[in-house]
């Protein structure tokens, strides 16, 4: 109940449901929004609201958040109350066109707010000024998750559940889809994060879930019984971001509603969305690299980098930012054409640059061009005037060299050191595993040590799949470990450029890889060391 506003939206949404009013849920077309609103969806009927629908903006007709012209389009449905998850903090305009429209509107949001909040009838976001809940990184599913409890406890309280004849619901039911958004949204795992993700994940694995996750699990090759919430984040999420990314994030929503045939059905369809999204990622990442070697051709001292190409697509930009910011440990900003005489954009930072700040500034000192943004410290988006382009690109690299220093600009591998030989077990991976969940702001532990390659070679043109032997074990002739190492080639090296030497040194996490029902230990390996 410290949550800033929580009350009074509950007590809003109670009148709605005593009065049988209609509650429209306006989602995200993230991983995050489409848990916000499946939730949102699967809950609110058993508090007893019998006229529940959701909406969530198609990216190229809408673009994020309320906005005007998507409350346009729900004014077909005659909503009388507006419910945003994961969204609304900067929908100033779409939240006041909705009153206009005698719509009440209740903003669910985490992200940071600007410095004007919308004039909804109320606002839950733990980040907007005056808040005293204690953990500031929830998502927005988390967010929503919290005023569900509220809700419950003031009908507890009031007697509405007899008052309805609806049974009290068990909210703890509710937590397979609060840990898949919490990991995918990657958001920070304080404590109380890890809580939700931990329990969240203890459902999954005993096959207490929605069918849409098990689905999506199942698609993607893991086993529910022994995920981890690596698996949220690098199997479910990317799936059911490929709907908001190609289409229409309703297909992952009505998934994660859907029973178990209808389900399975949807995640083969997410399936093959992301299958087409790695495609065009591909494409769109060859055409970066050349783009950057001409930038690091012109210019030595790359500080922000922007890039932009007609022919990119903007659903995928997320992704193309993430990748060349991992290559390069710069800021990025990849844009791709957005409406009429204007450019969309999709940034991610490096720690110790707070991407949003960095937007701020430039818009304050280049007036005109920022048509508008928004985000968090290390991910962001905007638009920008098509004209302004070039002016953007030498202010958003000129901001970053204001903000950096020598050492936020140099990457450094913070890790747990070596192993000892006997630590190179599954039981080793098993205490790893039950000591999660691990996530960002709680890293997995990352050792380091150095090693003779085995044997090596090359799969699928990009991967390395090697066999090591760990060179502190050089009088244990039978230990020789399985290691892999994702995406650490371009596609177009030489054979001998492929070529590792026979000692390396690694970085690298302890995996357990099945295969026929066995597990077998393998090194993930994170950075390879060859000087």
Known sequence: MTLKGVEQAANILLKAIHTQARILIVGDFDVDGATSTALAMRALPLFGARNVSYLVPNRF??????????VEAALKDKPDLIVTVDNGISSLEGVAFARQQGIDVLVTDHHLPGDTLPQANAIVNPNQPHDEFASKNLCGVGVMFYLLLALRKIMREQGSFEQLSVA???LAAFLDLVALGTVADVVPLDRNNRILVSEGLKRIRHDQCCPGITALLRVAGRTPANIVAADMGFAVGPRLNAAGRLDDMTIGIECLLAETDRAYQLAQQLNDLNLERRSIEADMKQTALEYLEHLQTENNDLFGITLFDESWHQGVIGILASRVKEKMHRP????APGDEGEIKGSARSIPGIHIRDVFAAIDALHPGIIVKFGGHAMAAGLT???TGYEQFARAFDQQVERVANEDILSPQILTDGALETQEFDLQTVELLENAGPWGQGFPEPLFAGEFEVVSQ?????K???LVLKPQLAAEQENLYLDGIAFNRLEGHESDEERQLPEQIFISYRLNANEFN???NLQLMIDTIHTG
């Open 61 to 70: 007709n809408f673009g994020y958040g309320l906005s005007v012209a998507l």
């Open 168 to 170: 009290e619901p068990n």
């Open 332 to 335: 990025v900003v990849i844009m």
């Open 384 to 386: 920008i005037k098509a």
């Open 457 to 461: 070679r090359v799969l699928k043109d």
């Open 463 to 465: 991967h390395y799949k």
């Open 517 to 519: 029902g066995r597990r």
